[in-house]
Nanobody, 117 residues
Framework: QVQLVESGGGLVQAGGSLRLSCAASGGSVNAMGWYRQAPGKQRELVAAITYGGRTDYADSVKGRFTISRDNAKNTMYLQMNSLEPENTAVYYC?????????????WGQGTQVTVSS
């Protein structure tokens, strides 16, 4: 069974940087993505990346966040620069897992990112 484990969250001052990691174990994954959920708000897509490396970003993070992946390590990353207090949220990674009956989506447990002003 494929599992995702996020790491790299923490507390940072506004203008600072953090790098999140999402490691997949137990099998291969296809497209992956980072989502976030702030208190009282719906979960939203931050960035996504296909197995081949094609990327997509939410408008609010373009130019500041960079998504990448290392397929050999089955790991995805999110480099977050110029962080703002509005970026405070629990960040989750998501992955599409191929199976005999189609593709399913799995989630990690989330990692807290807190940006202080």
């Amino acid at each position: 069974q494929v599992q995702l484990v996020e790491s790299g969250g923490g507390l940072v001052q506004a203008g600072g940087s953090l790098r999140l990691s999402c490691a997949a174990s137990g099998g291969s994954v296809n497209a992956m993505g980072w989502y976030r959920q702030a208190p009282g708000k719906q979960r939203e897509l931050v960035a996504a990346i296909t197995y081949g490396g094609r990327t997509d970003y939410a408008d609010s993070v373009k130019g500041r966040f960079t998504i990448s992946r290392d397929n050999a390590k089955n790991t995805m990353y999110l480099q977050m620069n110029s962080l703002e207090p509005e970026n405070t949220a629990v960040y989750y990674c998501d992955a599409d897992v191929p199976g005999a009956w189609g593709t399913s989506s799995i989630w990690g447990q989330g990692t807290q990112v807190t940006v202080s002003s």
